[in-house]
């Protein structure tokens, strides 16, 4: 299932309407067949990814998932979650070829730059004190030209009250910051153009591009709606030869697609849909192409409750790539580390995934294809 913060986060830079985008997505909601497909999450990336993965990760040595754990968890609901990166490798595997893991370790260095960058030069601590400790704020505007503030703390819900003096301050910042129309990909969180010149420079100290211009292809079969934008499943899958790659990444078109996307520099991100050959129902795939050239946020997430019911095991794709296939019955996560760029895909739709169920979600990529 497509779901709708993934939608607003990953589409935020395209051109059509709120309506037409509005539309592709109901019709993908009315047609897709029943898929329990959890959510991706595109959050912000935080100082932390400059720290070791989290402890229990290497305690339970789950090697496979030291390439996309990202450090912490994420309380939801009561229940601990683990973050899970398909974006950005987090961790270089013993005995990778050392040109490949200087390539991840010098973005993942700029990535905790910038973020250091960003936490130091916040904008917001330049506010008065009644603005500060918000996670997230209601506000009322005052006759005297003050505001009453519902404040979500660490603390829980508190009432503050701004003077007409700090709330002026507090929405001339807001004007400032509502000014800068974002050039670069929302996965970055870059919300003011002093971030985003901070973004470049530090972009080019380490000698990496920037996701930029972006387009996204809908299927014309699932969504039923035709148009610019908009080809048959068939049509796609040819399609992904113009990403960069020397050739199409499927062999054959999936059973359906909700979406393509790419960036001009080369990464891109695939949403298909294949059938279980074991009767299980629909496998949902995610896959998502992480250029090494590229700063990379690693902000793109799903999250598992509990990685220990996961085994890991090795496969080999019918063009010889060596991958890596974490599973547990309902999902699986499946990468490699290409000579230009990582590829990570998440397999999930189905109950009861066979092991032959998760090699043949595999086995539709042409890896070989990847890359220039």
């Not at 390539?103 to 904008?123: L, T």
Request: hydrophobic content about 35%; overall charge negative; some cysteine.
């Amino acid at each position: 299932m497509l779901d709708k913060k993934t939608y607003r986060e990953t589409f935020s830079a395209l051109h059509a309407s709120g309506d037409t985008l509005k539309e592709v997505y109901d019709m993908i909601e009315k047609r897709r067949r029943g898929s329990l497909g959890r959510s991706f999450l595109a959050v912000a990336a935080v100082v932390a990814l400059m720290l070791a993965l989290c402890a229990v990760a290497y305690a339970a040595d789950w090697f496979g998932f030291r390439a996309l754990l990202r450090p912490g968890t994420t309380e939801f609901e009561g229940q601990t979650y683990n973050n899970i990166s398909l974006t950005q490798p987090q961790a270089v595997p013993p005995g990778l070829d050392s040109s490949i893991a200087e390539k991840v370790e010098n973005s993942k260095a700029a990535w905790a730059e910038f973020s250091a960058w960003r936490v130091e030069h916040d904008p917001m601590k330049e506010l008065p004190e009644v603005f500060q400790g918000v996670l997230g704020m209601g506000i009322t505007d005052l006759e005297d030209g003050g505001a009453e503030l519902q404040c979500n703390t660490e603390d829980g819900l508190e009432t503050r009250y701004a003077t007409p003096e700090e709330y002026a301050q507090f929405r001339a910042l807001m004007d400032e910051l509502n000014r800068y129309d974002g050039e670069y990909a929302q996965g970055y969180g870059v919300s003011w153009a002093g971030e985003a010149q901070a973004l470049r420079d530090i972009a080019a100290k380490y000698g990496l591009d920037l996701l930029g211009g972006f387009r996204v292809l809908w299927s014309s079969e699932t969504t039923g709606l035709t148009g610019e934008g908009f080809y048959t499943n068939a049509e796609l899958a040819e399609m992904t030869a113009e990403f960069g790659n020397s050739g199409s990444v499927f062999y054959e078109p999936p059973a359906g697609f909700d979406k393509v996307y790419y960036y001009d520099e080369g990464s891109f991100g695939l949403k298909f849909y294949l059938e279980a050959p074991s009767g299980a129902g629909q496998l949902s795939c995610y896959g998502y192409n992480s250029v090494y050239s590229t700063l990379s946020s690693g902000g793109v997430m799903s999250w598992e409750a509990d990685l220990s019911s996961f085994t890991e095991r090795r496969h080999t794709a019918p063009d010889g790539t060596e991958l890596t296939i974490l599973s547990n019955g309902s999902d699986a996560y499946i990468y490699v580390y290409l000579e230009d760029s990582f590829f990570a895909m998440h397999v999930y739709g189905a109950e009861d995934m066979s092991d032959a169920d998760v090699d043949y979600a595999a086995d539709a990529i042409n890896y070989s294809n990847i890359g220039r």
